[in-house]
């Protein structure tokens, strides 16, 4: 990662069926407007015809050999900071039985669409020591690699994890989505829970996110003046949410 796109080609699936052709061209005009934003331009793209409509991209950049970052490196000391809430995944699957207020739905949907850009870009200035996004791994998944990629522990302090609104809610109404189980399976072997949390608010962690935000294990002595300057240059729900310790035998994660 800390690498800048520069090129990028359109990879769609769409039903030229079952969908009128402005549903295309909004999802090429929505894909070019971040593109834009990214810094990079579309130079084509291809496009089939398929049962469901589906939008990706294939995307080349740069990055200085000696100024990228991995998911590896985090040390014991560091702190971690989230640059994003977290709770798409259960949002959007509530929002199919229509439980997600309007409200709720379209603060998701703007927090998914906001690039994870200047949050890199502040990031380079820092002592960063490891950085992942958090996607389709959720939370605890994502931390996992990151701690058996360094070979340490993550504390993570549930309680200043930034969540989307009503996303616990829908949780605690027995709303879930079809891979938490896959993630918790993933990790609780090397999980421990030091908080006797109720199972609905554990399944948070594991919720799987849609273009997440970004988290990063930093040197302590950094880590407040990098939150207050992530706020500051706009990424505002910015937090620190645990601490890197050294590992206890199996143990790669735990949540307090």
């Known amino acids: 990662m800390g690498g800048r ?13 079952k969908l009128e052709q402005d549903i295309l061209n909004q999802m090429i005009a929505g894909g070019l407007s971040k593109i834009t934003e990214a810094g990079a331009v579309l130079a084509g793209g291809h496009t089939i015809d398929d049962d469901e409509p589906k939008y990706g991209l294939a995307v ?3 990055v200085h050999p000696k100024k990228y970052w991995t998911n590896s490196g985090a040390q014991p000391g560091d702190r971690l900071i ?5 709770g798409s995944g259960v949002i959007f699957n509530a929002n199919l039985k229509n439980w997600v207020s309007a409200a709720a739905l379209s603060e998701c949907l703007a927090i998914i669409t906001e690039l994870n850009k200047t949050a890199a870009e502040v990031l380079q200035h820092f002592d960063v020591h490891a950085v992942t996004d958090v996607t389709g791994f ?14 340490v522990c993550l504390q993570l302090e549930i309680d200043s994890v930034p969540i989307m609104n009503e996303a616990l ?11 938490n189980r896959s993630i918790r399976q993933l990790v609780e072997t090397s999980m421990r829970f ?32 990098l939150v207050e300057t992530l706020r ?16 206890d035998d199996a143990l790669y994660l735990a949540v307090t």
């Open 169 to 179: 809610a829908m949780y605690k109404r027995g709303m879930s989505t079809g891979v």
């Open 82 to 86: 989230l640059t994003k809430p977290i």
């Open 138 to 151: 959720g939370l605890a998944g994502h931390a996992y690699e990151m701690a058996t990629a360094s070979d």
């Open 60 to 62: 080349t950049g740069v």
């Open 194 to 225: 030091d908080r006797d949390l109720p199972g609905w608010h554990r399944e948070i962690i594991m919720d799987p996110q849609t273009s997440g935000g970004l988290l990063a294990a930093v040197s302590e002595s950094q880590t407040a003046e």
């Open 232 to 247: 500051e240059a706009g990424v505002s729900a910015a937090s620190v949410i645990g601490s890197v310790a050294p590992r």
């Open 5 to 17: 796109p520069v090129t990028c080609l359109n990879l769609v699936g769409f039903p030229a069926k």
